[in-house]
């Protein structure tokens, strides 16, 4: 089964923030447990490909416009061969 992450990135905390942040806590995580754990593995390999290979300009630009209109952006990571794929889905916020 492929590798799945999502990201969900703020006016405060673009998407290189918040995959450089997942993968922090993951490898964190990783060293606390001590043991070999291949899901956790796989998470960390997907978010260091993609954190080398994605090109953050173009994304923060594409999310950063939705994140003006008050809308909800989730990036969605999973794996495949070579570059890591990637999914932008937005979603409207219902006023309060």
């Known amino acids: ?5 999502e990201l969900v990135p703020t006016l405060d905390l673009c998407i290189e ?16 447990k001590g043991k070999k754990d291949r ?3 796989e998470k960390i390999e997907l978010l260091r ?7 953050f ?3 923060r630009a594409e999310s950063e ?7 909800k952006v989730r ?5 495949g061969k070579g570059k ?3 999914e932008m889905k937005i979603e409207a916020v219902s006023p309060t």
């Open 57 to 59: 300009r173009k994304l």
């Open 49 to 55: 490909t993609f954190l080398e290979t994605a090109d």
């Open 1 to 5: 089964m492929a590798t799945r992450i």
């Open 39 to 41: 899901k956790l593995e």
């Open 17 to 32: 923030g918040t995959a450089r942040q997942e993968y922090k806590k993951s490898a964190d995580e990783y060293m606390r």
């Open 84 to 86: 890591p794929k990637c």
């Open 75 to 79: 990036f969605i990571l999973t794996s």
């Open 65 to 71: 416009k939705h994140l003006i209109e008050g809308k």
